[in-house]
């Protein structure tokens, strides 16, 4: 049996000052007005099971205005009658404090890589970037995948962005005659051995992900061919070549120009890209079944359902989807499902599902 959660409880996150929320294995509903907190809740939940917002990299904006740390604790059922308690504290200016049943945990890589009992798989409006948005939208979404899964992953991938900003100082100051270009074959080096790792960690997901990702598409949207094609900058075995081979235009330029910083993936239905030519609401589905391939990936790897915070995911989809996706969602370990109408739900299924209802930063 996967791990879900129990309780949730919130200090000074965001709208809610102090609230509690209960939750269930399978699906849950949170419903509320426009502005009233689901959205809030969804990240919250999210933090205090990896350690970080998906929404944003600048954490001070998740605490309440006006308050100076926040907190989020959570009660994880594990395996069946074990329970651990998971929380984060964090004060801008301080290191965040991660405790799992008291003790702290060696490091935010290690929490988010499972050491915290649960992962996760979010959706939020927001993430239809990860198909029509920028190549480093898609990266971060395959990174976030990987890291979730392995601590080094993460580690490496942090590393690497060091070394090549590192390497890209050195190149404008050679370009400056402000150094030589001897320095730059050990920078080379250290760029090439963290490139590799994080390039060997995406090789090896992309492809068993692409099968899961063609799956939910059929599921979803039809039988159309979906793949997903990852396009290197460098290729894995000519990287450390193609990297020298850069060399004379990357001093001109002062940047790095190959390597998995540069890289992107195609999101393809019927060979078409879906961040080029994708309908709204194709797009929409892409991003959907992106996340299911997540949780499967997950899955696969780990032995363990992830819990499912999806927003407001219903409101944009035809009913014959919303039904598809009431049932997955019925059938998962757990599910966290925001909307503003519960009439997107069959009623026999609001009957027996938990209702969280939000107002104001407050559970009623
Ligand atoms: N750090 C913060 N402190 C206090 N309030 C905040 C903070 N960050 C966001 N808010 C406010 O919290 C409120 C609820 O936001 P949230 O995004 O959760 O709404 P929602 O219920 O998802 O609404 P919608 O249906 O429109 O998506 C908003 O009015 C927002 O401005
Ligand atoms: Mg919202």
């Given at each position: ?7 949730l409880?919130l200090?000074?996150f965001?709208?809610?000052v ?7 294995p399978?699906?849950?509903?949170v419903?509320?007005a ?8 969804l990240?919250?939940?999210s933090f ?7 929404r ?9 205005w ?5 907190r989020a ?5 594990m ?7 998971i929380?984060?504290g964090?004060?801008?200016g301080?290191?965040?404090r ?7 945990a ?5 929490y988010a890589a499972?050491?915290a009992g649960?992962?996760v798989?979010t959706?939020?409006p ?7 948005g920028?190549p480093?939208d898609r990266?971060?979404?395959l990174?976030?995948?990987?890291a979730s899964?392995k ?12 070394a090549v900003q590192q390497r890209?100082q050195l190149?404008r100051r ?5 150094s030589s270009?001897?320095?730059l ?10 490139g590799?790792?994080?390039?060997r960690?995406?090789?090896?997901a992309?492809g068993?992900l ?12 039809g039988?159309e061919?979906a793949a997903l ?14 990297l020298r ?5 990357d ?6 120009s190959v ?5 992107d993936f195609?999101?393809l ?5 879906m961040?080029t030519y994708?309908?709204?609401?194709q797009?929409?589905?892409?991003t959907?079944?992106?996340k ?11 032995g363990?359902?992830?819990i499912l ?5 219903m409101?944009?989809l035809d009913e ?5 996706l009431?049932?997955y969602?019925?059938?998962?370990t757990?599910?966290v499902?925001?909307?503003t109408n ?5 009623p ?8 969280v209802?939000?107002s ?5």
């Amino acid at each position: 049996m996967s791990a879900y959660l129990r309780a949730l409880r919130l200090v000074n996150f965001r709208n809610y000052v102090d609230a509690t929320v209960l939750l269930a294995p399978g699906l849950n509903v949170v419903v509320g007005a426009n502005a009233q907190g689901k959205t809030n809740l969804l990240e919250a939940i999210s933090f205090a099971a990896t350690g970080s917002t998906p929404r944003t990299p600048n954490d001070p904006e998740i605490i309440l205005w006006g308050a100076d740390f926040t907190r989020a604790e959570m009660r994880v059922s594990m395996n069946g009658d074990e329970e651990r308690k998971i929380a984060v504290g964090y004060a801008p200016g301080q290191k965040k404090r991660l405790t799992i049943d008291g003790v702290p945990a060696s490091s935010l890589a290690a929490y988010a890589a499972g050491g915290a009992g649960v992962r996760v798989v979010t959706f939020f409006p927001d993430d239809l970037r990860v198909v029509k948005g920028a190549p480093s939208d898609r990266r971060e979404f395959l990174d976030s995948l990987l890291a979730s899964l392995k601590p080094t992953y993460a580690r490496a991938a942090a590393e690497y962005a060091r070394a090549v900003q590192q390497r890209n100082q050195l190149l404008r100051r050679i370009r400056d005659g402000l150094s030589s270009e001897k320095t730059l074959s050990t920078w080379d080096r250290k760029v090439v051995d963290l490139g590799t790792e994080v390039l060997r960690g995406r090789t090896a997901a992309i492809g068993p992900l692409g099968s899961l990702f063609e799956d939910a598409v059929s599921a979803l949207y039809g039988p159309e061919k979906a793949a997903l094609g990852y396009g290197y900058s460098a290729p894995l075995d000519g990287y450390a070549e193609a990297l020298r081979e850069a060399r004379g235009v990357d001093v001109e330029r002062g940047t790095t120009s190959v390597g998995p910083h540069r890289d992107d993936f195609a999101v393809l239905f019927g060979g078409v890209s879906m961040t080029t030519y994708g309908s709204q609401g194709q797009q929409r589905l892409a991003t959907l079944a992106l996340k299911f391939a997540a949780r499967e990936y997950l899955r696969g790897e780990t032995g363990q359902d992830p819990i499912l915070l999806f927003d407001d995911v219903m409101s944009e989809l035809d009913e014959e989807r919303r039904g598809y996706l009431t049932e997955y969602f019925l059938a998962s370990t757990q599910a966290v499902i925001s909307t503003t109408n519960l009439e997107y739900f069959d009623p026999e299924v609001i009957e027996r599902t938990p209702i969280v209802r939000i107002s104001g930063g407050s559970v009623l």
